[in-house]
């Protein structure tokens, strides 16, 4: 559901990836010109030693300049539009700013 928004959004210069692999992780969604990484999580994610895992592998990917926004499987179900506004402001900085091209980086 999230993928086919974002591939509708008319957000210009942020192409996002699926199931992008980066570094030793594979992450949910990726936009490279942004550096910004969306990630999925079902109640499992709340629990002891994958939450553990999720909190490690976040840190690697901040620690190497990415940003990471997560959110809950239902929030996705429940309220799409809430969440596609999050990822706007993570992209623009604001529900009101000008869409921008992003030039796209690679290491």
């Excluded at 990836?17 to 010109?33: E, K, L, N, T």
């Excluded at 910004?36 to 499992?44: F, K, N, R, S, V």
């Excluded at 539009?81 to 921008?100: D, F, P, W």
Aim: with cysteine; net charge neutral.
């Amino acid at each position: 559901m999230l993928w086919r928004a974002l591939k509708e959004l008319p957000m210009e210069g942020s192409h996002f990836r699926r199931q992008a692999p980066i570094g030793p992780y594979v992450v949910d969604f990726f936009c490279p010109a942004k550096r910004l990484i969306i990630e999925l999580d079902g109640g499992h994610h709340n629990e002891g030693e994958t939450a553990a895992r999720d909190h490690a592998r976040q840190s690697w990917l901040e620690n190497e300049g990415y940003c990471v926004i997560r959110f809950w499987n239902s929030e996705i179900s429940s309220d799409l539009t809430a969440v596609l506004e999050r990822i706007y402001v993570e992209l623009y900085g604001s529900r009101e700013a000008e869409t921008i091209r992003f030039k796209h980086r690679r290491k």
